[in-house]
Structures are given as C-alpha cells and as structure tokens.
C-alpha cells in the first residue's frame, strides 16, 4: 500500500513537471507573403527564421519557440483574416511580419487590440510606428530614415540637382518617394516628375520613353518590387535615360531591393547607387557567421540577402527577449523596449518610443560595378 | 524630326508592340469563346506554363544539352512553348472541360478558375515563387532609327503576332477543319448533323487555342517579370480586350488590343502610369453602354 501510495505522488509530481514543461513555450506567428508577386519574401524571411531556429535548436532558457507560418499574401485583406484566424488557434505571444507596409498597416490594430507584439522586418510605411500602436516593434528603416541619407547624398555627393520619383502604388512606395523628395527638396534639388506604377505593371517602355523626353534628369530614386525593378531598369537603359544604357542618369534604390537584382538586370544595372543595411561582405563577425552558416544549410552558391537576414534577426531578437526573462507577449514586449544595442546581422537594435529602430550605423551607400560587382561609397 | 512629334511616334511604336503582346493572350481566349461560348478563366495561366516552357527549353536543354546558339535555344523554346501549351490544353480538355460540358454552363466556368489555381499553385510549388530572369537574345537587342528606339524583342512579337492571325485566319478560311471549327461556332447540333464532331472540333478549338497561348508565354517571358503569377496580371486586361473588341471576335480582339496598348501608353505619358487601369475600364464602361456588342458586331459565325 505505501509503495502505491509513493509511486502515486511520483506519478503527480512528473505529470506536475510535464505540464509545466509544456507550459513553457513561446508561440510565434509568422505572418509573410507565401504567394502572389511579394513571395519571394516569404520564401526568403522563412529561410532565415529556420536558419535561426535549428541554430537555437528550437528553445531558448527552457522555453520552446513555436513557430506557426502563414501565408498573408502581401495583401491587406488576406493579412487580417489570416491574423484573426492566429490570433484565434495559436495564441501568439509574438507575430512576425508581415513584409508588405498595406499588410503590416492592416494587421496592427488587430495586433494592438489583443495585446500582441507585432515585429516588422520589412515594411517601409512611416505610418506603422507613427499611430501610437504600443506594441509595434520594427528592425526595418522607415521612409524618413531611408529617405533623409538617400536625398540629401543624392543632393550632396552625387551633385544631382533634378529627380524623377518612381515607385510603386502603395504606402510602401508613396512614402519612400515622400521621404527622399523632402530631403531632396530641402537640399535645393527639384523633382520633374513623380511616376507611379501598379503591381501589375509588366512592360516599363512607355514610362521610360516619358523620362527621355523630360530632358536632363540627374538621379532616379526607385522603390518597387525586385521583379519590376529589373524590368524598369532595363526599359530605362534601353531609352539611354541611365548609366547602364549609355545615359547620364542615375538610379537610385533603397534598402528594399535584395541582393542579386543587379545579377538579373544586367548591364542595365551599371551605376545603381543604393542603400544597403545587411551586406554580406561586412566584417563583423555575426554577419560573417550568418553567411557561412547559411550557405551550410541552403547550398554554397547562395549569398543571402537582407530579407534572409531581417528574418533571421526577429528570432534572435525573439531569443534575447525570453533570455532575458520574457514568457508573455507583456514581458516580450517590455523587454524590446529595453533593448540597447542588441546586435544583429542588420546592425544594434535598440527601439524608440515609437517601436522604431533607431541604429542606423550600419547602413551605408553601394553602387553597382560594370562586372556587377558592388563598389561601397565612402558617403 | 520635333520633339512632340518623336515623342508620339515613340510612345505609339510602344503601344502597338504592347497591344501586340495583349492581342497573343487574348487571342485564343476569344477562340474558345467563340466556338463554346465559353470563358476560360485559366488561359493566361496557360500563357505563364508557356513562358517556363520557354524559359526551360531556352536556359537549359537547348543550350545546356543540344548545345544551341542563344537565337536558336530561344526560337526552339518558342516551339516548345507551342507544343507544351497545346498538350496543356489537350490534357485539361479531356480531364476538365469535356466531363463537365454536359451539364450546365456554370460548371465549366467555375471549372476553369480550379484550373486556374491548380495551375499558379503547382507552378508556385515547381518554381518557386523568385522572378525568374528570363533574356532572350532579342530582348538584349535595341533597334535604333532617328530618335526612335525598339527592342529587337518587340519586333519579334509584332511579326509572330501577325504571323499568328495570319495563320489562324487562312486555317479558319481556307481548311476543312477550319470550316468545321465555324460551322460548330454557328450551330454545333446541326454541324453534328452534317457530319462534323462537334467534340473533336471543341478539343481542336482548345488546342488551338492553348498552344497560341504556350507561344505568347515564349514571347512575353522575357519581357514580363517571370514568376508563376504572371498571367494573373494580365487576365484582366485580356478580358478587357476580347469585351471592347467584341466577345468571341477575333478581328474586334486584334483592334482592341492594340487600341488598349496605344490607349495604355499614351496615358503613362500625358496622365500617369497609376491611370491605367483606370482609363482602360472607364474605355470598357463606355463600350458596354454605347456599344455592348463590342468593336466589331457581327453574326456569330462571323466571329472565329
């Protein structure tokens, strides 16, 4: 009877240690464009998450990630349903995403009404972290941030004095172009025209043609999807307005475009100065080490690009939440509003009032070589 | 040459080499419409399988395996693309189309969007979902006049449209099966009557028609932003087409599209890019109101 007895409290004491073993776990919705023309993020952001999660080997201090991914479509309305039905099933403590500013801007109040961290690593609108959302954390410049270095330098270092906007129509697009035109501007400089174009914009002759014909142009600053931008660029080399065509114009991009646009555009890409905040080739050793452990599991060819590594780094920001006593979305986000400097692949991550990043010390300037080689810019 | 003038020549070279790409997806669009009265929500989709056929063909088995020039991996990826998409049509007739045409109308219709995402998913699954950079050796080509400027590309699919419609037009006319393939169009109970399959002539008809769509995709690879979503950016402008020209009618499709595509590109140079849309469906409201038989109304035999 007493070794019933004993062998029933042991029974309770390791049922007691099981639930509290399943008890510890952070759930993390993955919100991120898995189809339509914006999935390339997805597949990408993925890439990085799972790279950091067999590095952490699915736990950290005890707590087990849980990671549910989702495919939002890059679209406002599919992004709110999708979060509903998250929010509903998986309990999060945390979302990841999503990557489109329209998707990020729809699923923020939702996010915000339930009391859950939002971590955005790749959404440009200012309107994100400019609503007085408490729980809306972002690792990806915004607009002002991109656009103050990027009008100014064209202003400055490039010595251009005249700029046509080209973007695509979304919050995205209007508020980089917004961004780079005040600074821009405020510097001296003039803007000729402001082009804006849909996502289903396929063929960029027409709008190049249009560019020709306004004359001397000096810089092009050019927000838009990787696949369209390709296309833009060669339609403008084609209409010799740019370097890469044989004209005098020089377009500009932001941190948005990833690495190897310049390898699908060709020649046309030749003199494209842009923004980069995740360079591959960056000394620092959580880069280097990033790198190597990513062509170890996806293939030596590959070179990540800054979407792998934002990605990557929202789970090592994650991790550092829960290692410094976070188990909640509350205490999560507490502990992301402390945050000084955390180091990640795309720079130290310390957060403003406003959930903003405010690091912006690794963002520098490149400019695409003839052999499509990146050159850094000492601006 | 003055300014203004260049400036409209130029952008009227664009819109007719646009209007010539809309016109090859709308083509066998308004084919199947024609001959079974019925839409085929799918069809750009069989565009977009074309231009992976041609983009494969082109990047690796002609060039990789047979050792081609770049010319010739990408006019053999042209062929492909034509027999790929006529083997697509083929299959989704017999497995889709066929089974469901006896009973109502809706069920086909409803039919060709499964297709449709059966079709984007399983590319999406392929493919994977990172545009694909697809150059041909024409594309990287630019024709220079005066002050006027084309890609070698565009002059390439303004003749293998014509060429196209040309060969469509002498098969419609001048062939017994073409005569069939009318003569189903007009009455398909009394073409049975006479002799004539209708069964056989609808399966052709998709043929056709998907093939023409296999080599549009050839032709619009390397102009597009290749990933399996492509055709769903051009469906609603083909549909836009094929209603202003005239449901079912291929001449009526032909001056649409290149109406739509001068239409387009005049708008990006006096109104802006983001108008496009706009401009082109208050162009289709307009047609539905004053003239809702399309560009071009005439009896329905008339039309394929």
Known sequence: ?????????????????????????????????????GSYFGVMGKEGIDLALDQLKGSVSGYRLQVQYEDS?????????????????????????????????????ILEQAKVVQLNAGSVTMKLTESGYKYVFRIFPNGEQQGLPLGRNAYTKLGARTAVLLYEKTNAGVDSADGFEKHFVAAGGKILARIDFGRDVNDFTAIATRIAALGKVDVLPTFGLEGQQVRLSQALAQARVVKGGGGSAVQMGSIWLPYGYDQKAGAAAEGYIRIVQFDPT????????????????????????????????????????????????????????????????????????????????????????????WKGLNW | ????????????????????????????????????????????????????????????????????????????SMVAALGVGALLGLAVNAAVFAPLRRGDELRPLIATIGVSVLIENGQLALFGPIPYQFDSPFSRETIRIGRIFFSAQSVLVVAVSAAAIAALYAFMRFTFLGKALRAVAQDRETAGLMGINPNLVIALTIIIASALAGMAGALLGPVVV?????????????????????????QGTIIAGILVGIIEAFTVQYLGSGLIDLVVFVLLLVMLVLRPTGLIAERKEENV
């Open chain 2, 226 to 250: 290749l990933t399996p979503f492509t055709g769903a950016s051009l469906i609603v402008k083909a549909f836009a087409i094929v209603i202003i020209g005239g449901f079912g009618n291929v």
């Open chain 2, 1 to 76: 040459m003055n300014d203004l003038l260049a400036l409209v020549v130029q952008q009227s070279v664009n819109g007719v080499y646009l209007g010539c790409l809309y016109v090859m997806v709308a083509l066998g669009l308004t084919l199947i419409y024609g001959v079974l009265n019925q839409i085929n929500f799918a069809h750009a989709d069989f565009v977009t399988v074309g231009a992976f056929a041609a983009f494969f063909t082109a990047t690796r088995f002609a060039t990789k395996v047979l050792g081609l020039p770049d010319t010739g991996a990408y006019l053999l």
């Open chain 1, 282 to 373: 960056e000394k620092r050793k959580i880069v280097q080490d990033f790198v190597k452990a990513f062509r170890a599991k996806y293939g030596a060819e590959r070179v990540p690009t800054h979407i792998n590594a934002h990605a990557y780094d929202t789970m090592l920001l994650v991790a550092e939440a829960v290692r410094r006593g976070a188990t909640d979305s509350e205490s999560i986000r507490d502990r992301f509003s402390r945050f000084r400097n955390v180091e990640v692949t795309t720079g130290k991550i310390s957060f403003g009032p406003n959930g903003q990043t405010t690091d912006l010390s690794v963002i520098h300037f490149i400019e695409t070589q003839k052999d499509l080689s």
């Open chain 1, 1 to 37: 009877m007493k070794l019933v007895f004993r062998l029933a409290i042991l029974a309770i004491v390791c049922a007691a240690f099981g639930a509290q073993a399943q008890d510890r776990v952070i759930r993390i919705g993955v919100l991120m464009p898995i189809s339509g023309p």
């Open chain 1, 73 to 109: 479509a890059c679209s406002p309305l599919q992004a709110t349903n999708t979060v509903k039905r998250v929010l509903d099933q998986l309990k999060p403590h945390i979302v990841i995403g999503e990557e489109c500013s329209d998707a990020s801007l729809a699923i923020a109040p």
